[in-house]
C-alpha cells in the first residue's frame, strides 16, 4: 500500500506557542479547581508548569507518539506503522 506523506511532521498544530496537549492539560487543571477549590487553585498553576519542564526533554509532539504505540489514540493522515513504501 503506498500511502501520502504528510510535509511537515514536526510542527504540531499551535494555539500561540501551546500544543494540544498543554491547553489540555491547563484546561483539566483549571476546571478541577472551580470544582473543588482549595489547594487546586495553586495545583491550576504548578501541574502546567510541571508538565512543560518533563515535556522539554523529549522532541516535540512526543505525547500523542506514545498515546499512538499503546492504542489509545489514532493518527489520522499519517501512515501506518508497518508501511515501508512512501509516495511524495
Same mark, same amino acid.
Given at each position: 500500500?503506498?500511502?501520502?506523506?504528510?510535509?511537515?511532521l514536526?510542527?504540531?498544530?499551535?494555539?500561540?506557542?501551546?500544543? +494540544?496537549?498543554?491547553?489540555?492539560?491547563?484546561?483539566?487543571? #483549571? $476546571?478541577?479547581?472551580?470544582?473543588?477549590? /482549595? *489547594?487546586f487553585?495553586?495545583?491550576?498553576?504548578?501541574?502546567?508548569?510541571?508538565?512543560?519542564?518533563?515535556?522539554?526533554?523529549? +522532541?516535540?509532539?512526543?505525547?500523542?507518539?506514545?498515546?499512538? #504505540? $499503546?492504542?489509545l489514540?489514532?493518527m489520522? /493522515? *499519517?501512515?501506518?506503522?508497518?508501511?515501508?513504501?512512501?509516495?511524495e
Amino acid at each position: 500500500m503506498i500511502r501520502k506523506f504528510p510535509q511537515y511532521l514536526t510542527q504540531p498544530f499551535q494555539v500561540l506557542w501551546f500544543e +494540544p496537549d498543554d491547553l489540555a492539560i491547563m484546561t483539566a487543571s #483549571f $476546571i478541577f479547581a472551580q470544582q473543588f477549590g /482549595g *489547594y487546586f487553585w495553586l495545583v491550576m498553576i504548578v501541574v502546567p508548569w510541571a508538565y512543560s519542564r518533563f515535556k522539554r526533554q523529549y +522532541p516535540r509532539g512526543f505525547l500523542r507518539h506514545v498515546l499512538y #504505540f $499503546i492504542g489509545l489514540a489514532p493518527m489520522k /493522515g *499519517y501512515p501506518q506503522f508497518f508501511e515501508r513504501d512512501f509516495l511524495e
